[in-house]
């Protein structure tokens, strides 16, 4: 079935430091690919998405490009703040199904 | 301002009571979904629902119930609530209409405590 890994965390950065969050998945078919964030204390906001290969997702400085070829769909950031402080779930949807496939979670903290 | 409500915020329940959930939505979405999140990061799907009038189980349904009687509203009740079930849970909605965003709406949570 269809599934989603992501790099386990806490991930701890300085601030102004380079991120990459790495999310891998499996699915048949052209499944859309998101990036939810969780501040703390609330429910999940959705960050970026992307429909269709190459396409590229971007919000808030966060950038996530769907390369069919790997299956992947990282999401980078070139100068992290402290307020990105979060916990990060990629996932997908089949387009053939009206549920979305999480990934565990990566929680992401930024020293400043 | 659209979007999912969800009550309570937070409660405390003794084992073997009964427990609802509520879950109010004012976008008109068809699908509706109850999740469970457990420290602090895996969400799990408990039950959903694509349309008023039917439901679906998820990942994790036992324990729980729902109904959706009508579009906005998709509450989940506990008959006998046990310790396993303190967790904090996340409703949320959907457009997957024709032409409907493709991404899911999150309620802010409830934050159920099961002693």
């Known amino acids: 079935g269809d599934s989603v890994t992501q790099m386990e965390g806490p991930v701890t950065l300085s601030e102004e430091a380079f991120l990459t969050i790495n999310c891998t998945y499996t699915a048949t078919g052209y499944p859309s690919l998101f990036w939810y964030v969780q501040y703390p204390g609330e429910g999940l906001q959705l960050l970026l998405k992307a429909t269709k290969a190459d396409d590229k997702g971007s919000n808030k400085g966060f950038e996530a490009t769907y390369r069919k070829e790997t299956t992947s769909f990282h999401l980078e950031k070139g100068s992290v703040q402290v307020s990105d402080s979060a916990v990060y779930f990629c996932a997908l949807r089949n387009s053939s199904a009206s549920k979305i496939i999480f990934g565990s979670g990566t929680r992401l903290s930024i020293r400043p | 301002i659209a979007g999912i409500t969800q009550a309570p915020t937070s409660q405390i329940l003794a084992a073997g009571r009964r427990m609802t959930l509520r879950c109010t939505q004012d976008m008109r979405h068809n699908a509706m979904y109850w999740y469970r999140q457990d420290l602090g990061l895996g969400l799990r799907l408990i039950h959903y629902s694509n349309t008023a009038g039917t439901t679906g189980k998820g990942e994790v349904p036992d324990g729980y119930s729902v109904s959706r009687a009508n579009t906005d509203d998709f509450p989940l009740t506990l008959a006998s609530a046990v310790p396993s079930q303190t967790s904090v849970y996340f409703c949320?909605?959907?457009?997957?209409?024709?032409?409907?965003?493709?991404?899911?709406?999150f309620g802010p949570g409830t934050r159920l405590t099961v002693l």
């Open positions: 949320a909605s959907a457009d997957y209409s024709g032409g409907g965003r493709n991404e899911q709406f």
